[in-house]
């Protein structure tokens, strides 16, 4: 049996936060891998702590080797700032970097209603797991009554892009490094 054959998908929960952290940042550009707490601040804390329904992890037996962590955006908006102050001052570089919750809300307005982050480890990818744990957030949403899905990649991040293309977002537009992409559902 492949290594591969033995890879399981479920939901996470909040007991996970260190091993999906590691992913967060070893899954991060060089860039952000410089600021590992702003990192998990932006893409990964709120999620499996605050919406854990929403996070599925890819695992290899017991370990965890990637994951979709997905958010309904209205509570997000509402809650990420106050829930998250005191780790937001010391990353004050938020606001520099335009990754406040504003474009959310505008994407909200536009019936882009959930968001979410992918990442999985490198021996991991290009088998067919991105798209695995895409459809099982999609699935998941939908039941929830989501209009559409949003997501921000680097620019310079052709690969998942592409994944994103072809699973179906398009680029909404560009901002300061980043491609925002989104999907519409109904
Ligand atoms: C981006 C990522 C989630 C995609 O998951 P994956 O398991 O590698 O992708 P899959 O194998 O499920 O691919 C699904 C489809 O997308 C395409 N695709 C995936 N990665 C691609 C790439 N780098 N270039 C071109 N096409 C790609 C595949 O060809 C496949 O198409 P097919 O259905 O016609 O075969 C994963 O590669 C990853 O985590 N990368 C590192 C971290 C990262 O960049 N995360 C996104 C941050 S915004």
């Known amino acids: ?21 590691k992913i967060c940042i070893a899954t991060t550009n060089e860039h952000f891998k410089k ?15 605050c919406q854990p329904e929403l996070t599925f992890i890819l695992k290899d037996g017991e370990k965890i080797v ?9 509570r997000y908006v509402k809650e990420f700032i106050p829930l998250f102050k ?3 001052r010391k990353v004050s570089l938020i606001r520099a970097l335009g990754l406040s919750v504003r474009p959310d ?12 982050h992918i990442n999985i480890l490198k021996p991991y990818t290009g088998k ?39 699973y179906g977002f398009t680029t909404n537009k560009r901002y300061k490094g980043w491609l925002s992409m ?5």
């Open 128 to 166: 067919g797991y991105g798209k695995k744990l895409m459809d099982k957030l999609v699935e998941t949403v939908k039941l929830r009554g989501a209009k559409g899905l949003y997501l921000g990649v680097g620019e310079d991040n052709d690969g998942a892009t592409r994944f994103y293309k072809k």
């Open 35 to 49: 600021r590992p707490e702003l990192v998990t601040l932006l893409f990964c804390d709120y999620y499996i702590l």
């Open 86 to 88: 005191t780790a937001v």
């Open 66 to 74: 990637g994951y979709i962590m997905g958010a309904d955006a209205g």
């Open 1 to 21: 049996m492949s290594v591969e054959e033995t890879l399981t998908i479920e939901n996470a929960k909040p007991a996970h936060i260190d091993e999906l952290r």
């Open 105 to 116: 809300k505008t994407l909200i307005k536009q019936g882009f209603d959930y968001h979410l």
């Open 182 to 186: 989104v999907m519409k559902l109904k």
